[in-house]
């Protein structure tokens, strides 16, 4: 088949993002023109992260005092998934969200900080309601995947159950 490898993929050069892996499927740059682009990312990201700098819970979390790096790479990151440019790929490779934030202790108590700072920077910039609720529902999935803590995991589990 055209454009497939012998294996039935389609090969990593091909990937319009670089990292789809068969369980992320990434949203058309029709998406990311649809939201708004470079500016939707750049102003969500600079509102979360005003959220994380005063935040008790998230900001020990961030090991560089300048919070700006953090800003770009996430900022870069939600860019390409959504369809945009290939920066943060070109730049980082592999995103390896897990490896990334290995770290890190993230339970519960954290990934919910981060949500509701998420959260707050969505209403700040109050996308229309079909768009926030396909993007709110990613960071919903990956907030959860990046609980890395068993305890905190099985304590959500029983919390949502």
């Given amino acids: 088949m055209p454009g497939r ?3 039935g993929r389609t090969p990593a050069n091909e990937r319009r993002n670089g990292w789809q892996d068969g369980d992320m499927t990434q949203p058309s740059p029709d998406f990311y023109e649809a939201v708004g682009g470079d500016d939707t990312f750049h102003r969500l990201v600079a509102a979360f992260y005003r959220g994380v700098a005063e935040d008790q819970v998230l900001r020990p979390l961030y090991p560089e005092e300048d919070l700006g790096p953090a800003e770009e790479r996430f900022r ?17 490779g592999h995103p390896r969200l897990r490896m990334r934030h290995a770290p890190f202790r993230v339970g519960v108590a954290e990934r919910d900080a981060w949500l509701s700072r998420m959260r707050d920077a969505m209403d700040e910039i109050a996308l229309p309601a079909e768009y926030d609720a396909t993007i709110w529902e990613y960071f919903v999935r990956a907030a959860d995947f990046m609980v890395n ?3 905190d995991i099985q304590q959500g589990r029983a919390a949502q159950i």
């Fill in 5 to 7: 490898s012998r294996t």
């Fill in 149 to 151: 803590h068993i305890e």
């Fill in 76 to 92: 870069l990151f939600l860019m390409q998934y959504w369809g945009g440019p290939r920066t943060y790929s070109e730049q980082r």
